[in-house]
């Protein structure tokens, strides 16, 4: 996955988001972040900061990533919504709060810089059935309140699109392999 940004007097930049971890699935881009999933799972970029702010990771358990492909919605500018397999997260991207330095004089010189903004999982739910999309429902009010100067309150439910994969037991009748039994 790579970032392509046109700069002054048409130098182009180019970014590596993303490489070695096998095929990106899907991508959704939103103000200043943008997420993508792959076989591992979930990854956010800040293009202000130019850093890769989380990962979350495939459900444990979840069948091939190839098989039940991640959905990403964002929600508003701060809530990515992640279907996968017959999960949905709930991701908040928010500012990361600060910490004050553990020694005198500002802390290691080999400590690792953390970036502006983090991610967290605010709800976590499992159904029973396989996810083929997500959206805030009704995604007209969120729309509305968002353009208007109403506060934009977070939606109270979701819409999915999802199907109930057959039962292996369902199908082994439906094509015998003994060529007597098909007579």
């Known amino acids: ?5 046109k700069g002054w007097l048409g130098h182009n930049k180019e970014t590596t988001l993303h490489t070695g971890e096998g095929p990106v699935y899907t991508t959704r881009w939103r103000g200043a972040l943008i997420a993508w999933a792959n076989d591992a799972g979930v990854k956010i970029y800040d293009t202000q900061s ?7 990771d495939r459900p444990v358990d979840s069948p091939r990533a190839e098989l039940f492909r991640c959905n ?5 500018d701060a809530t990515l919504l992640i ?9 908040r991207v ?13 802390g290691a010189t080999g400590e690792r810089v953390l970036p502006p903004l983090m991610a967290e999982i605010t709800a976590v739910f499992k159904v029973d059935a396989m ?9 007209d009010a969120v729309r509305l309140a968002a353009t208007s100067s109403q506060i934009a309150r ?3 439910s979701f819409l999915v699109l999802a199907y109930t994969p057959p039962d292996a037991h369902l199908l082994r009748d ?10």
């Open 154 to 156: 977070a939606p109270s």
């Open 83 to 91: 279907a996968w397999a017959d999960i949905i997260k709930v991701a």
């Open 94 to 106: 928010r500012a990361r709060p600060r910490t004050q330095p553990s020694g005198a004089g500002g």
């Open 1 to 5: 996955l790579v970032l392509h940004e």
């Open 174 to 183: 439906e094509a015998p392999t003994d060529r007597a039994a098909m007579a």
């Open 131 to 139: 996810l083929a999309g997500i959206m805030p429902y009704p995604a």
């Open 72 to 76: 990403l919605h964002w929600q508003d």
């Open 50 to 56: 130019q850093a890769r702010i989380t990962y979350i």
